[in-house]
């Protein structure tokens, strides 16, 4: 049996556009992820790195990518008052959204209007005073990106299934979250498929350290690249759920940052190394 250990990066994004799953106060995005930024020849390149965003960003066609409008830069190692900001949820319908793809098929075609909140105290649906709500205090850049997570891939020695494993410290404390894979076709500008869940059902909830573990296997992840059906995994991305619900073989129901926020991922595709067949 083949197995690889990843080490998961911390970050605020899923893809380029929404440009983060996340807002500060002001409303505008906070970015550590990929920021994409003129280059001399007057390309446009992207490099990993953290700053604020306005949400007034240009947005480009699905599948291309502009120069962010970077209010300010986050230096690697944040000051006391950038990891004190308060993070919050994307208001809907979504700021700077280009994907045409939803994360829930029977997800309304235009979803209810509704305003950023504050990621600890979102409303949670039917959730009364008396239900125990265990998320009281503001979460801050620098709690969010104090998570860990490493993942071990292994292949079956028949090469049919791919098991992923992982370990996590770190995380928001009692929070329910969610793994979700990227497949290699989910982000083709011709033709994207829905990302879906690392398993079903694809939850964990962390305890009062913000420790949990995750295991899942998945059929034929891995299929050789030159077949024509070949859409295979190609990333994970660990979420967390600002509503505290899971939604059983969909991401979410108001897209990145509405409901569903990144907070670990593998910032460029992997498991190159790995083969599976049906």
Not at 93 to 105: E, F, I, K
Not at 169 to 176: A, F, H, M, R, V
Not at 258 to 268: R, S, Y
């Amino acid at each position: 049996m083949v197995t690889k250990r990843y080490d998961l990066t911390p970050t605020t994004q899923a893809l380029p556009y929404p440009p983060s799953t996340v807002f500060d106060t002001d409303g505008n995005f906070l970015v550590v992820g990929w920021i994409p930024a003129s280059a001399p020849d007057g390309s446009v390149r992207s490099d990993w790195g953290r700053a604020v965003v306005g949400a007034d960003s240009p947005l480009p066609e699905f599948g291309e990518i502009s120069p962010y409008r970077v209010v300010r830069e986050l230096p690697e190692r944040l000051s006391d008052a950038d990891g004190a900001l308060v993070l919050h949820t994307l208001p809907v319908p979504l700021p700077a959204d280009n994907y045409p793809v939803v994360l829930a098929p029977d997800a309304a075609p235009v979803p209810p209007t509704r305003p950023s909140y504050p990621l600890h105290s979102v409303p949670v649906p039917h959730l009364r005073a008396q239900d125990g709500w265990k998320i009281t205090e503001p979460i801050t850049l620098a709690a969010w990106l104090a998570a860990r997570g490493r993942l071990d891939v292994s292949v079956s020695d028949d090469q049919r299934r791919g098991e992923f494993r992982f370990e996590f410290d770190g995380l928001i404390p009692n929070s329910l979250y969610t793994v979700m894979v990227w497949r290699a076709w989910d982000r083709d500008p011709d033709a994207p498929s829905r990302p879906g869940p690392l398993g079903v059902p694809n939850t964990f909830v962390t305890d009062t350290d913000g420790v949990a573990a995750y295991r899942a296997d998945l059929p034929n992840p891995f299929p050789d690249p030159a077949l024509p059906d070949s859409n295979r995994v190609v990333g994970v991305v660990v979420l967390w759920h600002s509503y505290q619900r899971s939604y059983g073989g969909a991401v979410g129901r108001l897209g990145f940052g509405g409901d569903v926020h990144a907070q670990l991922t593998l910032p460029t595709p992997v498991f190159d190394e790995f083969r599976t067949r049906p």
